[in-house]
Each structure stands twice: as structure tokens, then as C-alpha cells.
């Protein structure tokens, strides 16, 4: 009769912790994280905090990070500019549908803004001018 194997308890060593962290996200013009001039380091917390994110995971803070690079292409200088434009098309959404985060329904909308933008552009190189 075979012996029967029994499971090992595995107890972690590391403490675990639930507070609150900042988040530090680097910009699509440097991907590697390291710092220079050209490519500052910019904290998220506010922006988090803005949108009720407590704990961001690896997909949110993307979502963050590429939030932030379209306002600041169209011209937010600061975070509170950022936050100016995000109120912005909040009111022209309205209420954010059941079973979404703010968070999904500003991405969805703004990843169709790009998309529009995109096939506008498209369709007038076609147009002769």
C-alpha cells in the first residue's frame, strides 16, 4: 500500500501589509523607471486619491500613468489641471454605469476619443485637398 503524502504548511516570513502606499509611476518617455531631466518621475497619489483608488494594481496604474500623458499632451501643465479636465468630462458622461469604476469609464471613453481622433485623420489623408 503506498504511503499517503501529507501537505506542508507553508508560512510566510515576510510581514504582510494593507496601508495605504504611494505609487510612483514613470512616463511612456522612459519605460525603464530610471530617472533623468528629460523623463521626470511623477507621483499618482493624488490622482489615486482623486478617483478612489486605494490600492492600484499593476493594470490600474497603467491606466494612470497613460490618464495622465493624454491630459498632459492636451495641454493640463499640473495635476490640477488634470483634475480641471477629468471633472470635465465627468459632467459631459454623467453617471458612471453599474458594474464600472470611474476609473474604466474615463479610460473607455478616452481610448474612443483616440480612436476617433485616429480614423479622422485617416480619412482626411484620403481626401484630396
Avoid: C
Amino acid at each position: 500500500m503506498p504511503d499517503i503524502i501529507q501537505p506542508k504548511t507553508i508560512e510566510s516570513t515576510e510581514p504582510q501589509s494593507f496601508e495605504p502606499r504611494d505609487v510612483e509611476v514613470v512616463g511612456i518617455e522612459n519605460p525603464t523607471g530610471k530617472t533623468d531631466e528629460t523623463a521626470p518621475v511623477i507621483n499618482m497619489s493624488k490622482l489615486q486619491d482623486f478617483l478612489g483608488i486605494s490600492h492600484p494594481d499593476y493594470k490600474e496604474i497603467n491606466v494612470l500613468n497613460n490618464l495622465y500623458n493624454y491630459f498632459s499632451k492636451k495641454g493640463a501643465d499640473s495635476m490640477d489641471d488634470v483634475f480641471m479636465e477629468i471633472n470635465f468630462i465627468e459632467q459631459k458622461l454623467g453617471s458612471v454605469p453599474v458594474g464600472q469604476t470611474r476609473l474604466q469609464h474615463l479610460w473607455n471613453y478616452l481610448k474612443v476619443l483616440s480612436l476617433t481622433e485616429h480614423y479622422n485623420n485617416l480619412r482626411k489623408s484620403f481626401e484630396r485637398s
